[in-house]
């Protein structure tokens, strides 16, 4: 059975979701982009010369302000401007944080894996031989007896699978 692109898809933002922090930052760039604009709303409320009349622009200032597009307006009182730079570094560090993490994560992620963590144990104890005690070489052992065991009877199960497959 072949798999489509949008299972693909799928499968590429279920692992994306579940396995980087895309969705804790992204949730947490929002809880702070509120939080930073009702901040910005309460000291330009009352300001003269501000263009931040309404919560709706505050919001509006939020996005423009850590987008570092350089559209948003500056504030115009000392809090404003303030709270304004505090939002702009912690925005940006988040948002451009986020995409970093997420895609470093989620390209090293095959090396994490558990699997790759015991081979990785034992190509490092294999360099290291004379260093090893008799009864680290004698774990060592039995460690690669029962992969190599447990490979085997990976492969006995796929050509039994292969066997039943091309019987029926």
């Known amino acids: 059975m072949a798999v489509t692109p949008a299972k693909r898809f799928r499968r590429f933002l279920r692992d994306v979701v579940a396995e980087t922090p895309f969705a804790k930052m992204l949730i947490l760039l929002v809880v702070l982009w509120v939080a930073f604009s009702a901040a910005i709303f309460v000291a330009e409320q009352a300001a003269e010369g501000t263009l931040i009349h309404s919560y709706v622009d505050a919001l509006y200032w939020g996005i423009a302000a850590f987008s570092t597009a350089g559209i948003a307006d500056t504030p ?25 993490a997420t895609i ?27 260093e090893l005690s008799v009864d680290d ?13 447990h490979m085997e009877g990976l492969k006995r199960r796929r050509a039994q699978r292969s066997t039943d497959v091309s019987e029926a």
Do not use: C
Request: aromatic share 10%; glycine share 8%; proline share 3%.
């Open 137 to 149: 070489l004698d774990l060592l052992k039995e460690t690669t007896d029962a992969l190599i065991e």
């Open 104 to 130: 470093t994560t989620y390209f090293m992620r095959p090396l994490q894996r558990p699997a790759r963590r015991i081979v990785d144990t034992i190509e490092y104890n294999l360099e290291r031989l004379d």
């Open 76 to 100: 115009v009182t000392d809090a404003g401007k303030i709270v304004g730079g505090i939002w702009i570094v912690v925005g940006s560090v988040i948002f451009f944080g986020t995409i970093v």
